[in-house]
């Protein structure tokens, strides 16, 4: 079974920034994609950063120049580091892998239980 958890949400005023954290745990052979993606209320999930294992990295267009994926890829762990926030960050965050876990041929999607960011005005 694999796991994500993610931890560093909160709440903070405009213009301030939070480090959110996400720990991959379980039998995994390889991640193929570390990511974060986010969700406000009444809206859509939707992409914020993704992170390919060649390195190649992808940002949603509202964050561009604002936050930072990053990766510690053999402790299976990954960032997001958000800078300038504002009001319409706001939503709950989550963490997403696309993983090949032990005794599979193929690649799985996995997500965290999600993490909460609000941003005050």
């Known amino acids: 079974q694999v796991q994500l958890v993610e931890s560093g949400g909160g709440e903070v005023q405009a213009g301030g920034s939070l480090r959110l954290s996400c720990a991959a745990s379980?039998?995994?052979?390889?991640?193929?994609?570390m990511g974060w993606y986010r969700q406000a209320p009444g809206k859509q999930r939707e992409l914020v950063a993704t992170?390919?294992?060649?390195?190649?990295?992808n940002y949603g267009d509202s964050v561009q120049g604002r936050f930072t994926i990053s990766a510690k890829v053999h402790e299976k762990t990954w960032f997001l580091e958000t800078a300038t926030l504002e009001p319409d960050d706001t939503a709950v965050y989550y963490c997403?892998?696309?993983?090949?876990?032990?005794?599979?041929?193929?690649?799985?999607?996995?997500w965290g239980q999600g993490i909460q960011v609000t941003v005050s005005s």
């Open positions: 997403q892998a696309k993983v090949i876990p032990e005794s599979a041929v193929k690649w799985f999607t996995y």
């Open positions: 992170r390919h294992l060649s390195g190649t990295i």
């Open positions: 379980g039998r995994i052979v390889s991640i193929i994609e």
